[in-house]
Nanobody, 122 residues
Framework: QVQLVESGGGLVQAGDSLRLSCAAS????????MSWFRQAPGKEREFVAV????????SYSDSVKGRFTISRDNAKHTVYMQINSLKPEDTAIYYC???????????????WGQGTQVTVSS
């Protein structure tokens, strides 16, 4: 069992930056591929980024490539998402997830956090 707790969301203005964190407890953190997904109001939960167990490889959705950076610190059992140049369309609840497969498919992930809200005003 893995418990995931996200933090770092908030209300920001377009162009600002945020760093989201996801702290994991339970089973060995370094044995999981970690990802971020997001869900905007009225929309499906969508893939944002994934990072492999040692920090590589990394993959991003086209909509965030160049602005979002996923990283992890296995000693701290934490995965991060640095978000730069925020846009109003980035407004969503951001979820981290842990799984045994390096994938963009949400059905493949075993554990999910409760999410952190990011709201970007124009």
């Amino acid at each position: 069992q893995v418990q995931l707790v996200e933090s770092g969301g908030g209300l920001v203005q377009a162009g600002d930056s945020l760093r989201l964190s996801c702290a994991a407890s339970g089973r060995i953190f370094s044995s999981y591929d970690m990802s971020w997904f997001r869900q905007a109001p009225g929309k499906e939960r969508e893939f944002v980024a994934v990072i492999g167990r040692t920090g590589v490889p990394r993959s991003y959705s086209d909509s965030v490539k160049g602005r979002f950076t996923i990283s992890r610190d296995n000693a701290k059992h934490t995965v991060y998402m640095q978000i730069n140049s925020l846009k109003p369309e980035d407004t969503a609840i951001y979820y981290c997830a842990a799984g045994q497969v390096f994938t963009t498919r949400k059905a493949e992930y075993d554990y999910w956090g409760q999410g952190t809200q990011v709201t970007v005003s124009s």
